[in-house]
């Protein structure tokens, strides 16, 4: 028998966001989020991990799996699931960890880590080129994903940052390029 995930109201969990003004037009920043190409060679939290794009389908409920390789560690394996796309201010996803045959795991080093996250990143114009927002939440979360979502909060930006400083890296590697 399956036991029931007891699920937290929405209105209960606390937002994450991570703003960054990047020095590129809004379809550049659009594009390497969304060019595989271009994603493998920035979404990573540091210098020494390979990021490899397994499958990109680009459309509301398609699918995206890749792996990041870490020294010494198994390859960590994520898949996310497209819920809207609108070029190039918004692409929202559920995010998850995977297996090799891409059916959702826990996270080991965190047990209690919320199983789905629900992600989006909202783009604008702005003077210095554009703005991107980082939304990121626990999706259908039990009572414990988003109390540890909730603990780990002021931690969550590590990540998040150095992906965000790779992508500036490249963002400027493209403007030199044009």
């Known amino acids: 028998m399956k036991a029931e995930r007891e699920m937290m109201p929405d209105n209960e969990i606390t937002d994450f966001v991570l703003e960054r003004v990047f020095a ?5 920043v ?7 190409e271009l994603f493998a060679r920035w979404y990573k939290p540091n210098p020494s991990c390979q990021t490899a794009v397994l499958q990109h389908d680009l459309r509301p409920g398609g699918v995206m799996r890749y792996e990041m390789r870490f020294e ?18 918004r692409l ?5 960890l995977t297996d090799a045959d891409g059916k959702i795991v826990g996270n080991p080093q965190m047990p209690d880590w919320p199983r789905v996250m629900l992600t989006t990143i909202d783009l604008e114009s702005h003077p210095d080129g554009a703005l991107q927002r980082l939304t990121w ?7 414990a994903e988003v109390t540890c979502f909730q603990n780990a909060s002021a931690h969550l930006d590590k990540g998040w940052v150095g992906g965000f400083n790779n992508l500036g890296t490249l963002l400027e590697e493209l403007a030199s390029q044009s």
Do not use: N, V
């Open 137 to 143: 939440r626990p999706f259908e979360a039990t009572e």
């Open 30 to 36: 659009w594009r390497a989020w969304t060019d595989p």
């Open 92 to 96: 929202q996803w559920r995010q998850m």
């Open 72 to 89: 010494g560690m198994p390859p960590h394996l994520e898949r996310w699931e497209f819920e809207s796309i609108d070029p190039p201010r």
């Open 24 to 28: 590129a037009p809004l379809e550049t």
